[in-house]
């Protein structure tokens, strides 16, 4: 087990900052700023609630922005802690993460198209006004597959990151195995849902990642808090 160094403590206290404020961020983002205006089943209102709030709806996909920058933040701290523990599957974790950054800004851009479909362009004329209402919808749509597709991406990422919290010994072995499974666990519901759309029916999709995420939220705060444990503790171990 190599000495733990000086750029690895530092990068673990910034994964635990970029962890929470990821975490809180996209939170108020779906939560607080865009679930309130989207009413199911209606394109209409839906709509006409983007209109009335635009800067609202722009706050939010500046968070999601924000969110997407954080995460890789957090991926190259995590590179940072766990490269000289096992390089290469701290690169898999990283890349796997990375993807999922990527896909969440789409988020943002079809946020953008939604608005610009709602808007007050001469072009958009040649259309009804409930076809552009039926087309903003899907691009708020696409959102929740853009986070689908990537969440794979994202199990995959804390399952590997979750071993390597288990091999390093850096946190309590105990919650790095609940960190593996809560993970596993998350890939494996998150590409049963993508073949059957239908499985949410049968498991609840906020079952899918909760767990992992909880999971990521408690090591944040441990790498905040606390930070490596010292290399007497790691060599005792």
């Known amino acids: 087990m190599p000495n733990i160094d000086k750029a690895q403590r530092t990068a673990a206290r910034v994964a635990g900052a970029s962890g929470l404020f990821s975490f809180f961020i996209v939170v108020f983002a779906n939560y607080a700023l865009l679930a309130p205006l989207i009413v199911p089943n209606n394109a209409s209102d839906t709509a006409q609630n983007f209109i009335a709030h635009q800067t ?8 999601f ?15 940072t802690v766990f490269g000289p523990v096992a390089r290469t599957l701290a ?23 939604a608005l610009r ?4 362009a001469k072009y958009l004329t040649i259309l009804p006004p409930d076809q552009l209402q039926v087309f903003a919808r899907l691009n708020i749509t696409a959102g ?3 986070y689908y597709v990537g969440l794979p991406f994202f199990g995959l990422a ?5 071993y390597l919290w288990f091999k390093s010994r850096y946190i309590p072995r105990a919650l790095a195995v609940v ?9 494996v519901c998150a590409f049963i849902f993508l073949i059957f759309p239908d499985f949410d029916k049968t498991v609840n999709a906020y079952w899918f990642d909760t767990p992992m995420a909880l999971f990521e939220l408690i090591v944040s705060l441990w790498l905040l808090m606390r ?3 010292p290399d007497k503790r790691l060599a005792a171990a």
């Open 158 to 162: 804390a399952t590997v990151y979750a």
């Open 117 to 120: 479909l709602l808007g007050s």
């Open 65 to 79: 922005i924000g969110y997407s920058v954080s995460t890789i933040v957090l991926l190259t701290t995590l590179y």
């Open 227 to 229: 930070g490596l444990p």
């Open 179 to 187: 960190g593996v499974v809560a993970s596993a666990w998350c890939v």
């Open 91 to 113: 690169l898999l974790g990283a890349l796997f993460r990375l993807a999922f950054a990527l896909l969440w800004s789409l988020e943002a851009i079809n946020l953008l198209a």
């Open 144 to 146: 929740f597959d853009d």
């Open 56 to 63: 609202q709806v722009r706050v939010a996909l500046s968070c």
